[in-house]
């Protein structure tokens, strides 16, 4: 029976020695470095950090990714546009930042990333954690948050992050996508907030427009008309100091996440146990009425019908020549003009609407529908008015420019009141 127990000793020591990585760690301290080949574990075992070469790259990159899915899914990167050229790469802490070297014998330890923290804090001891939720967390030592991934993101949003704006600080936390399925340095697609007048989300490719998300109406982004609360619980946050949308999942046992892919689709994604494979749920951009101002200014868009632009009432088209070639970019006119004394205007109401273009609006709070009416015949400039909160409560949304990317839906949608000359009402 001595014989047994010391065997059994002498086989965990060796097997302790012989795959020392097999014992998961989630944290990198000045102890304890990772090297190219050994790879952080979060303590729910969900996501994976370490090194990876994407596609047909053979360049090395520190990622993180999902531990359960057996195609390998990165959902952030750290040196996007620094990659190392062998395997020599060595996250580190070094100080009270966490370090990409370049560790081979010829580079001497060429720093290639970096969190590039200054702190104020007096602990010397750093350490950095990737946490259940994918976001790798840098510490001092009493705790003090130095410095977290899900603040810098990459191409993919995950359920717990902010995707958005801190006013007081300028971070701006951005989805990018990357130039290739070889390359996850920054491609030319972008999604993130717009915070000029009422904020909104911004498709974009460089500095155009794509696509716009429509600010937040109390219960979704007026440009989705079908976010899921079944499967997800949203939280948007608009004020002084910052302007984030974010998620959780209602069911752990689902896989789901959005990503902005390098063809710049931005779609959200689920896990398929059975194909094993990624689905799509949704995407962006599903139908032409989506493509930002697509039928100008002042025009509406609807899918379902066959020349799909058509203009609000009480305007035209300006240029009748071009919508006859199906050309719609230049929009729509007044067929009469504003009155402008706050006696001879008055509003027509547009259905089932994803309200226009919302960085030239305003929000007054407190107001009734028809408070909000006698305020916008106040102003020549104000040309529409909805309401801020579908939900029910008081307030309205006030639009003093021209009215663009406005569109239909079959399902879903809310009123939007335009503006027109008395002389329209009665049509």
């Not at 993101?153 to 990357?178: D, E, V």
Request: net charge negative; glycine share 8%.
């Amino acid at each position: 029976m001595a014989f047994h127990k010391g065997f059994q000793s002498l086989l965990l020591v060796a097997l302790i020695f012989f795959f020392p990585f097999c014992i998961s760690i989630d944290t990198i301290t000045p102890a304890k470095s990772v090297r190219d080949g050994e790879t952080l574990v979060s303590a729910d075992e969900n996501f994976v950090l370490g090194f990876f070469s994407p596609g047909n790259s053979k360049n090395r990159y520190v990622g993180i990714w999902f531990n359960k899915i057996p195609n390998q899914t990165v959902v952030w990167t750290a040196n996007r546009e620094n990659p190392v050229h062998n395997s020599s790469g060595i996250l580190t802490i070094k100080g009270r930042n966490l370090e990409l070297l370049n560790g081979g014998h010829n580079n001497n330890n060429i720093i290639l990333w970096s969190t590039n923290v200054s702190s104020s804090t007096m602990a010397n001891y750093s350490s950095a954690t990737l946490t259940d939720s994918g976001n790798l967390v840098l510490t001092d030592g009493h705790g003090v948050i130095l410095w977290e991934s899900f603040d810098y993101p990459t191409n993919t949003f995950l359920p717990r992050m902010k995707l958005g704006l801190n006013r007081r600080t300028g971070l701006n936390r951005i989805l990018t996508s990357w130039k290739s399925g070889d390359d996850p340095a920054p491609g030319e697609f972008s999604f993130g907030p717009d915070p000029l007048g009422v904020p909104q989300y911004f498709l974009r490719r460089g500095s155009d427009e794509i696509w716009r998300s429509g600010p937040w109406n109390g219960e979704r982004l007026s440009g989705v008309p079908i976010m899921d609360y079944s499967l997800f619980s949203w939280s948007y946050v608009a004020n002084n100091d910052e302007i984030y949308l974010t998620y959780n999942a209602n069911k752990t046992s689902m896989t789901s996440t959005f990503v902005l892919d390098d063809s710049g689709l931005f779609q959200r994604l689920m896990w398929n146990d059975n194909n094993r494979r990624w689905n799509q749920m949704w995407e962006a951009t599903q139908d032409r009425c989506d493509r930002y101002a697509n039928c100008g200014p002042y025009g509406s868009c609807d899918s379902n019908r066959v020349a799909e632009c058509e203009c609000l009432r009480g305007f035209e088209p300006k240029t009748p020549s071009e919508w006859n070639v199906r050309d719609w970019s230049g929009g729509c006119v007044r067929r009469r003009s504003l009155d402008c004394d706050g006696k001879g205007d008055g509003f027509l109401r547009w259905g089932q609407a994803k309200v226009p273009d919302t960085s030239r609006s305003r929000i007054e709070a407190g107001l009734s529908l028809e408070a909000c009416e006698e305020e916008c015949l106040k102003s020549c400039n104000c040309t529409a008015y909805a309401s801020f909160n579908v939900s029910g409560d008081r307030g309205c949304l006030m639009w003093d420019e021209d009215l663009v990317d406005l569109r239909v839906y079959s399902d879903g949608g809310q009123d939007i009141y335009i503006r027109v000359a008395a002389s329209e009402l009665g049509k």
